[in-house]
């Protein structure tokens, strides 16, 4: 039995659910959205898998594709070096074409992002439409079990680092033993560790981990929940865990952010991470999305991929392309 | 250009090796036929693929003989095993030549080549596995030991499914020992004739099965000819009636699969998004000329202006257009005269009252075309909710209570099938049961499985296809 207490009052939530915001009056408007059909559900993914995307389609697609990645690298073993090395591959993601698009953002652990900001220097888009954006992934990431303090001073940290996105984690502890007044607090909390000295806000991105939500019902319910606490994104996986993005999870979480567009015309992000390692794959995302929300999401600041072999893949398919053979993996760069 | 308006991806045609003209396929080889040829056409395009031969009634006897000749001589005695060995075979071939097929049904039928290439063609060669598989357990089939095949069975088949409606006759027949004369709708032959190609290659014996075209007069003679035991229709409940009559007291067997008008119904706890493809797939999948198509969408009051306003965007994204355009989702109308119905009865809708709406999309200026079309403010009385329109149009009326959604979709002539969409599984078994329907899908529509028996209640017809049931309809000993 959880007992009511004061929920955070997060603006979304307050609008939607009304001032006398709990975590029972949460708890009960989770609870009511509608079921997800797994059967259903994994049909229509599949179905829109089958769409051919050929010629000018496929040409468009593939530069769209890499313009919406966020090149990544979480290792343990990250150096300073690595990561100058992926954010000139962000640059310039084919030196043998040099009119190849650049990525929308590198994503690293936070104590990496004085080194990437540093090498990126004037291509660092710090928020603006122009170059390209360093996210951080934080709050103890990727398991997220640390105290609340912890999370916050590891927002804290990267934002002042000059991240300007930050991928948190959700607790999924608590949300699968139903203390979903929990994990919206730690969300409106990490939200507010985003904010910049200057009053502006570091972009939030919230981790499902929907590997460890195991039921599409709960991906939905922590989408609705991530969404009312505030925040600007919702990305399916750490890519530490399997099963990572999903076709139908992404499929099931663009519903979710249709509908909450429907509901207050305020458009949120989706980004798919780990597991999408080939042109084919993410070119099924590219149709889910435009055939879910509509094409104006395929924009950076509304979709992203998190993943990193997958811009080689896209690179041999544009030099497909252009040229009509298949090159190899010797042709374009490891990092 | 947008993304959305994906690139032409068209499936070519190429593979096809078509002849100029087909004869009739009688005792094995490719016959010429008394009557006066035809042309059939792509419903696309009203571009003639091939001159088609006319069975007369002399053919319909030749076809009949053939028939008998390979029952009395060879089919009969062969053993079980034997005949699955062929049944296999011919299910193999089917998935070999998948591609061929699949192509030549969108082209003459003007369904979209992704749903022949992939519901049709391999549901076909599922149901010649299912029952190849039958034909040496005859013994444990339900109908004691030792059934015996009937002779010789009568098959009228329409257009909406063409090689899939001959695969739902041929398979459960020959695994029964039974040999076929069967009769491919006017408008769809190309298939039944690829399809007595690969019974050449599969060299099945001559006159086991015989496939002659030709129009209506062509199928009266067939099931009304004095030497057939089997008489199996599917099609318009009218035909069925005549057939019906027609059968009466000659002690052929008989199955009928005729029309539908199923009520699709939504309660308020439906998993929302699955239960709007649900309703698209159950109205607009192959453009509504399915038998079972859910063509009344029951929604509870509650929900309604949610569903029609999700039900109306996700109607927006359909493509409509080429049939061998892989991302193609709607085709081709099959025919002029179906149009004209179509059209007709939405008129009808129209003028009752009902409010109509389409998305916009562009159709091409050639060829038979109907924008899928729904229409709410619907009454049970209105006459589109009563008769089967066969096209891409769907009806909303709504209810209140379980007691009235049920009683809704009951109150009708027909009774094939129907669906329930709730997250609660003791209502879905509890509204099942009530539903005078032969086919009640769950969260789910339009979905079919050799093992699954389907038919109808009330004028819907009678008898079962698929599963043992299907096969008890080709045994004597009486229906399971």
């Known amino acids: 039995m959880t007992i009511d207490r004061a929920v955070s009052p997060a603006q979304r939530a307050l609008e939607l659910l009304g001032d006398d915001l709990t975590e029972s009056t949460l708890k009960r408007y989770l609870d009511g959205i509608p079921g997800v059909d797994a059967v259903g559900l994994e049909q229509r993914a599949a179905a829109l898998g089958t769409r051919s995307i050929k010629t000018s389609s496929k040409v468009w697609a593939l530069d769209r594709i890499i313009e919406l990645i966020d090149l990544t690298t979480l290792e343990g073993a990250d150096t300073p070096g690595k990561v100058r090395s992926l954010v000139a591959k962000a640059l310039t993601p084919d030196p043998a074409d040099l009119t190849t698009p650049r990525v929308a953002a590198v994503c690293v652990y936070g104590d990496m992002v004085p080194y990437a900001v540093e090498a990126l220097g004037s291509a660092h888009a710090a928020g603006t439409d122009e170059g390209i954006n360093v996210a951080a992934v934080a709050t103890a990431f990727p398991s997220g079990r640390a105290s609340l303090d912890v999370k916050l001073a590891d927002t804290a940290d990267a934002v002042a680092a000059g991240a300007d996105e930050i991928d948190m984690v959700i607790d999924r502890g608590a949300f699968l033993s139903g203390r979903y007044g929990l994990v919206f607090d730690q969300i409106v909390a990490v939200k507010e560790a985003c904010r910049r000295a200057d009053g502006s806000y570091a972009h939030l991105k919230v981790i499902l981990e929907t590997g460890e939500l195991n039921t599409y019902d709960n991906v939905r319910r922590a989408s609705w929940l991530s969404i009312l606490a505030g925040g600007d994104f919702i990305k399916t996986s750490t890519g530490k865990v399997a099963p990572a993005a999903t076709l139908p999870v992404t499929l099931l979480m663009l519903e979710v952010v249709r509908d909450w567009h429907r509901l207050t015309g305020e458009k949120i992000g989706v980004k798919p991470a780990g597991g999408i390692r080939s042109s084919k794959d993410a070119i099924k995302y590219l149709v889910t999305v435009a055939e879910t929300v509509g094409e104006e999401w395929l924009q950076p600041h509304l979709f992203r991929f998190g993943a990193s072999s997958l811009l080689n893949d896209v690179l041999l398919q544009r030099q497909k392309l252009s040229t009509g053979q298949y090159s190899g993996a010797d042709y374009v760069t490891i990092d | ?480």
């Open chain 2, 1 to 480: 250009m947008s993304f959305l308006d994906y690139a032409p991806a068209p499936e070519s045609t190429a593979i096809l090796d078509l002849k100029p003209e087909y004869g009739l396929f009688i005792g094995g080889e490719f016959v010429a036929a008394g009557g006066e040829s035809f042309t059939t056409i792509s419903p696309a395009t009203e571009k003639p693929i091939a001159r088609i031969a006319h069975a007369d009634s002399s053919d319909v006897d030749r076809a009949v003989a053939a028939a008998r000749k390979a029952y009395e001589k060879t089919w009969s005695k062969l053993s079980g095993r034997d005949r699955g060995k062929y049944l296999f075979r011919i299910a193999r071939l089917v998935q070999e030549r998948a591609r061929e097929l699949a192509v030549a049904e969108s082209l003459d039928n003007g369904k979209p080549i992704k749903e022949s290439r992939d519901v049709d063609v391999p549901l076909v060669a599922a149901w010649f596995f299912y029952y190849a598989g039958w034909a040496d357990k005859l013994d444990y089939a339900g109908l004691g030991a030792n059934p015996r095949s009937l002779g010789v069975a009568a098959q009228v088949i329409p257009w909406n499914f063409p090689l899939l409606m001959l695969a739902w006759k041929i398979a459960p027949a020959l695994a029964a020992g039974n040999t076929v004369v069967l009769k491919p709708a006017e408008t769809t032959p190309l298939t039944a004739l690829l399809f007595a190609e690969i019974l050449q290659q599969a060299d099945l014996p001559a006159g086991v099965v015989n496939i002659i075209t030709g129009a209506g007069e062509t199928g009266r003679a067939l099931v009304n000819h004095p030497d057939v035991n089997k008489v199996a229709f599917t099609g318009s409940t009218a035909v069925g009636r005549e057939i019906a009559r027609s059968t009466a007291g000659t002690g052929k067997k008989l199955t009928l699969e005729l029309g539908g008008k199923a009520a699709n119904i939504v309660f308020d706890d439906a998993p929302i998004d699955q239960a709007i493809e649900g309703i698209v797939n159950g109205i607009f999948f192959n453009q509504g000329h399915v038998c079972c198509a859910g063509s009344r969408l029951l929604v509870q009051e509650s929900i309604h202006d949610d569903v029609v306003e999700r039900l109306k965007s996700r109607l927006s994204t359909l493509r409509v257009g080429d049939p061998l355009d892989k991302n193609t989702d709607v085709g081709a109308i099959n025919s002029a005269e179906q149009l004209a119905r179509i059209r007709e009865l939405s008129d009808i809708g129209e003028a009752e009252g009902a409010e109509r709406w389409s998305p916009e999309c562009s159709l091409p200026a050639d060829g038979f075309w109907f924008a899928p079309t729904i229409f709410t403010n619907v009454s049970t009385s209105h006459r589109i909710a009563r008769e089967e329109i066969f096209g891409p149009v769907l009806s909303v009326l709504t209810f209140r209570t379980p007691a009235e959604a049920i009683a809704k979709a009951n109150n009708t002539p027909y009774g094939l099938s129907a669906g329930i969409w709730s997250d609660k599984g003791s209502r879905i078994l509890a509204v099942a049961d009530k539903l005078r329907a032969g086919v009640i899908w769950a969260n789910t529509f339009n979905r079919f499985d050799p093992t699954s028996p389907f038919g109808g209640y009330k004028e819907s017809g009678y008898g079962r296809e698929g599963g043992r049931h299907g096969l008890a309809a080709y045994l004597k000993g009486g229906d399971l």
